[in-house]
């Protein structure tokens, strides 16, 4: 493994950061064209701006609308940073990821599908017909130590792990955030002038809602997951928890309504407190809270007749569910 040195909090100087990292995009792309993927998580957003700044109008900027994503969330991060004055393009590829992840159940093939499709199939095809040399992408410290330590392989992480990506994918990787940790990601969104929208987002996994499936991932399964997470971050908006969760689990179980079996779905609420996403503690929920999860997911998620609060920390749990 390239040897990597973290910075930490204490030692970042954001607006020195920035400085340095544009600069190093600039020099290193020079007259190239280069492209990046844009999620609307807070390490791609701020990747996105470090390369617009960089760059301008020789940064091209996709959204891949994967088919995983949140309610509503492409179109939301399309029109934010619009706003900001980044050129975005969507690019379709739903049939392309529900393709490959077809008849996949195991954790590490599922991963591995979406980083395929995602840099291989979808990335490799707009960076050929694009002309551009780099990829830009927004890989943190946390993500290389996971991977290197072999919890599980985060979707960006590729030299790391050997992968020569100009030989397998036709272009370069740059990531300028690579040092920090979430944190201090933030702390750099924030001066890079972010809206506290984006640089206080809650983390989202880049194998996104398929990282909550137990199982095969299926369109019909992600419109669930999809119904039950909003209704979960709606829920959970106040706490101050590090990151709230909806967990598809793949075996139905009996449940009844109107007299009658219904052989249903189950969904796992999880919330996490946690500093640095290293270790976590299931969040103290009220009652309450928990009872309003269940009667809403029960009556408004179609086919699910089952809620349960997660209660294990993490480690030996992580925090998503593949
Ligand atoms: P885990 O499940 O590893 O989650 O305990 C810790 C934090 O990392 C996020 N996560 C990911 N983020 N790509 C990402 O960009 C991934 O593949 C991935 N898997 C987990 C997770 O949401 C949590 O915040």
């Known amino acids: 493994m390239k040897e990597i040195k973290e910075i930490t909090l204490e030692k970042l100087e954001p607006e020195k950061f920035i400085k340095q990292k544009v600069d190093y995009i600039a020099s290193v792309v020079g007259d190239n064209y280069a492209i990046n993927a844009l999620s609307g998580g807070v390490d791609s957003a701020v990747v996105t701006m470090l390369g ?42 739903k049939k392309e990821f529900f ?140 706490t101050s928890a590090f990151i709230y969760m909806a967990i598809l689990h793949e075996n139905n179980v009996t449940g009844m309504r109107n007299g009658k079996r219904d052989f249903g779905q189950h969904i796992q609420v999880r919330c996490w407190d946690s500093e640095d996403a290293v270790i976590g503690r299931p969040t103290r929920l009220s009652w309450d809270t928990l009872v309003r999860l269940g009667d809403r997911i029960t009556s408004e998620v179609p086919g699910v007749v089952s809620v349960t609060y997660n209660i294990a920390k993490k480690p030996p749990s992580t925090m998503e569910a593949i």
Do not use: C
């Open 52 to 93: 617009h700044r960089a760059l301008g109008e020789r940064l091209k900027t996709f959204i891949i609308e994967n088919g995983i994503m949140r309610e509503g969330e492409v179109e939301h991060i399309a029109s934010l940073f619009r706003k900001l004055g980044v050129p975005v393009e969507v690019i379709d590829a």
């Open 99 to 238: 393709e490959a992840l077809k008849g996949k159940t195991d954790p590490e093939e599922k991963r591995n599908a979406i980083t395929e499709t995602f840099y291989k199939k979808v990335f490799g095809k707009i960076v050929k017909e694009s002309g551009a040399k780099y990829l830009l992408q927004g890989t943190n410290y946390t993500d290389v130590e996971e991977t290197v330590a072999g919890v599980k392989r985060q979707h960006n992480i590729l030299e790391q792990l050997g992968i020569d990506t100009e030989k397998e994918y036709g272009y370069k990787v740059l990531e300028p955030v690579i040092q920090l940790r979430k944190t201090g990601i933030r702390k750099v969104g924030e001066a890079l002038g972010l809206p506290e929208e984006i640089y206080n987002r809650m983390a989202f996994p880049g194998p996104a809602l398929a990282a909550r499936i137990i199982g095969e991932v299926t369109p019909e399964k992600v419109e669930t997951v999809r119904q039950a997470t909003n209704i979960v971050e709606r829920e959970l908006a106040d």
